[in-house]
């Protein structure tokens, strides 16, 4: 089948330690992209990527890095800088296509980070 | 840039009756417009989206949305509702030169027997 997988589910961390969240697709899509859930309020855009080698800062990127080496993986790193990284971790795909915005996006299950 | 209000945070409705979710957004072009559900700790799936043509759109669990301009509106509908229905509902816009998405903060809907 294919999909999306985040992995892990739930993972727990000190303050102060960098984390990578890992995200895997196998739809052949080109598009990758990397959210955060805080409760009561929207999905906010972390990074993306449109193309392997290449990712764009989205609305919230501070305290974040994220790769893009094969087109199938687009890890996201939470590192000591980010201020307040308890919350939902959502990765999703899309196809790509030319009309940017009529790309479905896709989602995976999500990571629950919580930073003790 | 755009932005999304979802009106209504937590909806109570009954099994079998009928439901409605409020979506506005605001955008200066025509928008690309998405409502996706999330059950509680998984991901979001795709209900269905507008990008143009047929102001009615149908999407997956006999869900349906109407866009109407006029209103800057893209409410989500579902004449008969289910407990399966139960879940957390986001509506999306996203302009026509850009691969953001902006995202409501999203609806509750509980379901009562």
């Known amino acids: 089948d294919g999909g999306i997988t985040q992995s892990p589910k739930y993972l727990f961390r000190k303050e102060g330690q960098n984390v990578t969240l890992s995200c895997e697709q196998n739809?052949?899509?080109?598009?990758m992209y990397w959210y955060r859930q805080d409760p009561g309020q929207g999905l906010r855009l972390i990074y993306y990527s449109q193309i392997v080698n290449d990712f764009q800062k989205g609305d919230i990127a501070e305290g974040y890095s994220v790769s893009r080496e094969k087109k199938e993986s687009f890890p996201l790193t939470v590192t000591s800088a980010q201020k307040n990284p308890t919350a939902f971790y959502l990765c999703?795909?899309?196809?790509?296509?030319?009309?940017?915005?009529?790309?479905?996006?896709?989602f995976g299950p999500g990571t629950r980070l919580t930073v003790l | 840039a755009q932005s999304v209000t979802q009106p209504d945070i937590h909806i109570t409705v009954s099994e079998g009756a009928s439901l409605e979710l409020r979506c506005n957004y605001s955008?200066?072009?025509?928008?690309?417009l998405f409502w996706y559900v999330q059950s509680p700790g998984q991901g979001l799936q795709l209900l269905l989206k507008?990008?143009?043509?047929?102001?009615l759109v149908q999407g997956i669990k006999g869900f349906e949305a109407e866009f109407k301009r006029s209103q800057s509106s893209f409410n989500l509908r579902k004449p008969s509702v289910h407990w399966s229905d139960a879940a957390e509902y986001f509506c999306?816009?996203?302009?026509?030169?850009?691969?953001?998405?902006?995202f409501g903060a999203g609806t509750t809907v509980t379901v009562r027997a």
């Open positions: 999306a816009v996203g302009p026509s030169n850009d691969y953001k998405l902006s």
């Open positions: 739809l052949n899509h080109d598009a």
């Open positions: 507008y990008f143009s043509g047929d102001t």
């Open positions: 955008y200066g072009a025509t928008p690309y």
């Open positions: 999703a795909s899309s196809e790509g296509s030319l009309r940017l915005s009529t790309d479905t996006q896709y």
